[in-house]
């Protein structure tokens, strides 16, 4: 499953640099830090989660965990969720574990975890199983006028 078109065609007209990489097909963040032989926190995580009606794309680092009570007091909302697979599909159109972060090609809001901050380059989801995008965080959160906020919290047994 190749690189969804839209998403090159949206980071060029940007003028954004990135780098395609190549790896064998993994489905979770944590085996594509283990494939490429990568640090956790050098590989960007998206979680699409549903804040009382609204979708949003979160974005942390890979060996963070989101913390749910976290997201729900920074967008003062009654009712936080992770959204269901079933809703992945219907309304993003893509198969689960396939997300990108990129919520301007999904029409959604994007958050980053202030931990992605502390790396200067991340590996992010794009779209595919077989091939992942490393590019500038600084360039990302520009691209996509991402908020930034502390939604997660270190996960103990990642490293």
């Known amino acids: 499953m190749p690189i969804p078109k839209k998403l090159i065609t949206h980071l060029d007209k940007n003028k954004i640099k990135y780098e395609i990489l190549g790896h064998k097909t993994v489905y979770t963040a944590y085996d594509l830090a283990q494939t490429m032989k990568r640090k956790m926190q050098e590989i960007a995580k998206t979680l699409l989660v549903k804040v009382d009606k609204q979708y ?4 942390l680092p ?7 009570a976290k997201v729900k007091k920074h967008f003062k909302a009654k009712k936080v969720q992770i959204a269901k697979e079933s809703e992945m599909k219907s309304k993003f159109k893509v198969k689960p574990g396939a997300i990108t972060p990129f919520g301007s090609i999904h029409k959604v809001q994007v958050v980053v975890d202030k931990g992605l901050l502390k790396v200067r380059d991340a590996i992010f989801s794009a779209g595919s199983f077989t091939e992942s995008l490393k590019m500038k965080v600084k360039d990302f959160l520009k691209v996509e006028e991402a908020e930034t906020a502390v939604v997660g919290k270190r996960d103990k047994n990642k490293k």
């Open 56 to 59: 949003y794309l979160v974005v």
């Open 62 to 68: 890979a060996h963070y965990k989101l913390d749910l």
